[in-house]
């Protein structure tokens, strides 16, 4: 968090004094002329279903929420602000608590929403009025206790770029989000199948109410996708139309202000498009302030490609005499190919393990169906089948996702896991029976019989283990920044919980390095040393802790 602060104590104290241009944008609303302006009244049957008029959200019971909408812009942002309103603000209070603990200096607080006011002065000038006026529907159902961080409707448009600012700034979005796809003869039944994982982690509570929202919008195709309370960007979803769409992030520059968010692109792409070709020329008009792999499924042409786009650059990769396709977090076109930022990021990021490793347990299979696409992306071993130690950011399973979900376009397929991470049963729905006409039913859409069951792994010692592992992991670091003493005990209770995980050495190697006990250190870190360490930066500062440590004990 330090680089961040510094940051935006840079950029607060040196621009924001200037102000041009955030005037119009703190004042800025969208225009709703012509869209139904009508406050939605909500009729709660029970606790697991709201209805209004025919929308409605139910929970199924896998306990993720269903979210059923249609209308205009306004009209759809109304809806689902009243019928998620509980959502909506357990999600923004996640999220800012957790913003609190961060950030927990009320100045540098200040300074953050200086920086962002000055930072997002452009943003409405890149969100089509579309997405604006449905943003300001849902936000009139935000809470009132961060009305001090900014008004509602601009808090909830700050939200939509929260993704992309905090992958610019520290490159939080890169935990390692993986994706692949396979057709023709890779394929048990030659049809297009897609899988990803969004590894995107906010905190426990943050996962606890996914949203499987299904949009019938007045222009453009009706399409599903994933999301949580008050996000109307789209991160995975498929349209009617068999168009799918799932983002990764790539490596940024830190740039200078906010553009379109890339979940807004998505969501234009997955409304209007029905081919590659569309969506590449939707993704082509818009400018974006941070690098994206984007995996574009078609069901009308019965393959997928990457549109890879940055604030300066754009590549389509499509690949050549094959039936595959694997994205993680770098860029595979030509015109990324020189790129000083993605060549960086191939040789010290985890990106390119996770790549060879779906591209190994791809190979180890001769054709694809669901079950086996759910089986990878639930994988949790490296390379060779190493043992990586549970949450190691090289493994496709870390552990940690919001979501994972597979797709299978041309039959209007798709499955969505539920919790814990992407462990829990991947719950299946038709999208052609779901967007029947007429249909008023209030009930779950989810297909029984096509389900995918949870993972054993969940009833195992193991998983308990890395659960307990998880809490104490929590506690270590308060008891680090606390500068306690820590008990021998407590250390080899940890460790034994996960002894396979590189951290859970170079954490109490640090602890006992800044207690001076270098000896202890010296063996901590090179135990470390034995393991998979996740990014190559991390490796050279336990080497060069390792010098540091052999000079003092000279």
């Known amino acids: ?79 689902i602000g009243a019928l998620t309103e509980q959502l909506i603000q357990k999600q923004e209070r996640v999220f800012f608590t957790k913003i609190n603990k961060i950030v927990p200096s009320n100045f ?21 009025n579309e997405y604006k006026a449905e943003i300001f529907g849902v936000s009139q159902y935000a809470s009132d206790d961060f009305d001090e961080i900014a008004p509602k409707y601009l808090r909830s448009l700050y ?12 490159d939080l979005a890169l935990v390692g989000c993986s994706s692949m796809a396979v057709w023709g003869d890779k394929s048990e039944d030659g049809k297009l199948l897609l ?20 949009i ?23 349209n009617k139309e068999g168009l799918t769409i799932t983002i990764n992030a790539g490596k940024s520059e830190i740039p200078l202000v906010a553009k379109t968010p890339i979940s807004i692109v998505a969501r234009e792409v997955l409304q209007y498009a029905t081919t590659i070709e569309e969506a590449i020329a939707i993704v082509k008009k818009r400018e974006v302030f941070v690098s994206e792999s984007i995996m574009i499924g078609s069901a009308n042409d019965r393959k997928a490609v990457l549109i890879e786009v940055s604030p300066d650059n754009f590549g389509v990769y499509e690949v050549q005499n094959s039936n595959q396709l694997i994205c993680s977090n770098h860029f595979q076109s030509d015109a990324f190919k020189q790129d000083k930022n993605n060549l960086e990021h191939i040789k010290d990021s985890h990106s390119k393990y996770r790549w060879d490793r779906m591209q190994e347990l791809l190979g180890e299979q001769e054709k694809m169906n669901p079950d086996k696409m759910v089986a990878v992306l639930r994988n949790k071993e490296g390379l060779d089948n190493l043992e990586l130690g549970y949450g190691n950011e090289k493994a496709l ?32 729905y038709d999208l052609k029976e779901i967007f029947k006409e007429n249909s008023t039913k209030f009930d779950v859409f989810t297909i029984d019989t096509l389900k995918i069951e949870k993972d054993d792994f969940i009833t195992s010692k193991k998983f308990k283990d890395y659960e307990k592992y998880r ?58 040393l034995t393991k998979e360490i996740t990014i190559l930066p991390k490796k050279r500062e336990i080497e060069v802790y390792l010098k ?7």
Not at 115 to 128: A, D, G, I, M, S
Not at 548 to 553: A, E, F
């Open 1 to 79: 968090m330090c680089n961040f602060l510094k940051i935006v104590v840079f950029f607060s104290f040196t621009l924001v004094l200037s102000s041009c241009g955030i005037s119009k944008s703190l004042h800025h609303k969208p225009n709703l002329e012509g869209f139904k302006n009508e406050v939605p009244v909500v009729k709660k049957h029970n606790d697991s279903l709201f209805s209004s008029g025919k929308n409605f959200l139910i929970k199924n019971k896998q306990q993720m929420w269903e979210l059923h909408v249609s209308g205009d812009p306004l009209e759809r942002g109304l809806l």
């Open 108 to 128: 540098k607080l200040s300074l953050l929403r200086q920086f962002l006011k000055w930072y997002n002065r452009k943003l409405y000038l890149n969100v089509p």
């Open 159 to 170: 939200l939509h770029g929260s993704h992309d600012i905090g992958h610019a700034l520290q």
């Open 195 to 214: 899988g990803r994982n969004f590894d995107f982690y906010a905190g426990d509570e943050f996962a606890e109410d996914k949203i499987i929202a299904f």
């Open 216 to 238: 019938n919008p007045e222009e453009g195709h009706p399409f599903m996708m994933v999301t949580w309370g008050g996000m109307i960007g789209v991160v995975s979803g498929m």
């Open 397 to 428: 399973n870390q552990l940690l996702a919001h979501h994972a979900i597979v797709f299978k376009p041309e039959d209007k397929l798709v499955w969505v896991s539920s919790n814990p991470y992407q462990l829990g049963e991947f719950v299946a």
């Open 471 to 528: 809490v104490l992991d929590r506690e270590l670091d308060v008891h680090i920044e606390n500068k306690d003493n820590i008990s021998s005990d407590f250390i080899k209770e940890y460790q034994s919980l996960n002894p396979n995980l590189w951290i859970v050495y170079y954490k109490i190697g640090n602890y006992y390095y800044q207690k001076g006990w270098y000896k202890a250190a010296q063996i901590e870190f090179e135990k470390a």
């Open 548 to 554: 540091r440590i052999k000079k003092k004990l000279i």
